[in-house]
């Protein structure tokens, strides 16, 4: 009797053991199935996504190898019909199965929360002032904490940008519309249907709308943001991958939504500025603009098909069409 305890609490750690070793593994492995992490912001979401699948995957291992263990070692043996002993309800046992999720939830609750405090992102209950709060603490001053990252020396870089100290904000402006993103640049007055960003300074974008709800949305950041109609929100970020990326609509604006893109191109400083001068150089065309030309082609058609839209906004003139 000794020894089947023994041999059951041994049985029990090299289980425990085997399925936390797995579930960090699988954690790990969270971090390749996302995009590049092109913002330090990128950092706090992967780090907190890698901890949602290690605790999903040691739940998940946990619950089947539990059930595994006793479909094995405790079944009926063959021929066996008989009721099972009569076991009233164990309330210690009952207290520690519901309090264990309660914490989890708490536990996931509270990260969550911080992670998103960092990020500096507005939400409803900062709509109020329509700007993030002197004081608010972002990923570039706080990120350097979760260093869970790809590679060694991508996180070497990461967190030499999330500890670097303070530099020039680059301020631009951003303007959503059925169905055109636009994007000015006070510096040097330059206006283009391109956001081009430094690597590795800080972004503040003056997000505007001109009409409906629009998403600030760039996968590879990790960022969304909704644009209110007649409201202007301020949204930091830090830009740390050089790259062309893509930016969408993350809301539903209307017929041509899908549309609504634009590229991001993060570039060194160096060729940011290069860019805002070339382009200050060039007068303002207009840009190309999907769907203005798919409403101009179905307007002239002799048979009008499908339900009537909103004309878009015509095409914007810009420094940089891109």
């Keep these: 009797m000794k020894i089947q305890k023994i ?13 936390t070793a797995t579930s960090l593994w ?5 971090y390749s199935w996302l995009p590049p992490q092109a913002a330090a912001e990128s950092q706090l979401i992967d780090n907190l996504i890698s901890f949602l699948v290690t605790l999903g995957s040691f739940i998940f291992l946990g619950v089947t190898s539990t059930l595994m263990y006793s479909v094995i070692f405790h079944r009926a043996v063959k021929d066996d019909f008989t009721d099972g002993p009569a076991i009233e309800g164990n309330i210690t046992l009952e207290v520690v199965w519901t309090a264990i999720p309660i914490l989890l939830v708490f536990w996931i609750a509270g990260y969550s929360y911080q992670v998103y405090e960092q990020m500096g ?12 709060p002197l004081g608010m603490e972002s990923a570039y001053a706080a990120g350097k ?11 070497e870089n990461l967190s030499q940008t999330l500890s670097a100290p303070s530099l020039p904000v680059e301020k631009i402006d951003v303007i959503a519309k059925q169905w055109a993103w636009v994007f000015h640049y006070p510096e040097k007055d330059v206006t283009s249907t391109e956001l081009h960003l430094p690597s590795d300074r800080r972004v503040r974008l003056a997000l505007n709308s001109q009409d409906v709800l629009h998403g600030f949305y760039i996968p590879a950041f990790r960022l969304k943001q909704d644009i209110i109609p007649n409201h ?17 609509d993350s809301q539903y604006s209307g017929t041509y939504f899908a549309t609504m893109q634009a590229n991001v191109v993060v570039e060194s400083p160096e060729e940011y500025h ?8 060039q007068k303002l ?11 101009d082609q179905t307007s ?4 009008q098909t499908g339900w009537v839209t909103v004309p878009p906004a015509a095409p914007p003139l810009v420094n940089s069409p891109g």
């Design 7 to 19: 041999l059951n609490i041994l049985t029990l750690l090299t289980g425990a053991i085997a399925v």
């Design 26 to 30: 699988i954690g790990k492995q969270a």
């Design 121 to 132: 992102i507005q939400g409803p209950s900062q709509l109020v002032h329509l700007h993030n």
């Design 145 to 155: 904490e979760n260093t869970g990252t790809r590679g060694q020396g991508e996180t």
């Design 232 to 248: 202007a929100i301020d949204f930091e970020f830090t830009p740390v991958r050089p790259g062309q990326y893509r930016l969408t």
């Design 274 to 281: 290069q860019w805002l001068s070339q382009a200050a150089t």
């Design 285 to 295: 065309s207009p840009a190309k603009n999907q769907a203005a030309s798919e409403y």
């Design 300 to 303: 002239h058609q002799s048979v």
